[in-house]
């Protein structure tokens, strides 16, 4: 069975980021799907460009999406996520607001907007 709601697929994307599944989380984006900063710049495009990013990001051994909201309109589904990432400075969290283009059953389009870096006390590197 094929997963084709906008709000299935994103949920299918945000489970396989948290277990680092990169092959499930890459089948949830189309093959020539773009990803955005937030009415900015083109960060990745196609497989070839947005895989190598969340490969880089999932060595990350603390790496962890807490979803605080979700909104669905249509085929657009925004989340609203706390990160717990491991910063060259420390581990730590980020804000981060997610905004995906789902059509036929992936992801299109992703832009991202990125808030302020909390590292935890006494983390250090």
């Known amino acids: 069975m094929t997963i084709t709601s906008p709000l299935a697929?994103?949920?299918a994307?945000?489970?396989?980021?948290?277990?680092?599944?990169?092959d499930a989380l890459m089948s949830t984006y189309a093959p020539d799907a773009q990803q955005f900063t937030l009415h900015g710049a083109l960060l990745a495009q196609?497989?070839?460009?947005?895989?190598?990013?969340?490969?880089?990001?999932?060595?990350?051994?603390?790496?962890?999406?807490?979803?605080?909201?979700?909104?669905?309109?249509?085929?657009?589904?925004?989340?609203?996520?706390?990160?717990?990432?491991?910063?060259p400075e420390g581990l730590g969290t980020v804000e981060m607001l997610c905004v995906y283009e789902v059509i036929d059953g992936r992801i299109v389009r992703a832009s991202f907007a990125t808030g302020e870096?909390?590292?935890?006390?006494?983390?250090?590197?």
């Open 46 to 87: 196609g497989h070839d460009q947005i895989r190598p990013r969340y490969q880089e990001r999932f060595a990350e051994p603390d790496l962890q999406a807490r979803l605080l909201t979700r909104s669905v309109l249509g085929n657009f589904v925004t989340d609203l996520e706390i990160v717990t990432r491991n910063f």
């Open 117 to 125: 870096k909390r590292l935890y006390p006494n983390s250090a590197a």
């Open 13 to 22: 994307q945000l489970d396989a980021y948290n277990a680092k599944d990169l």
């Open 9 to 11: 697929v994103v949920q």
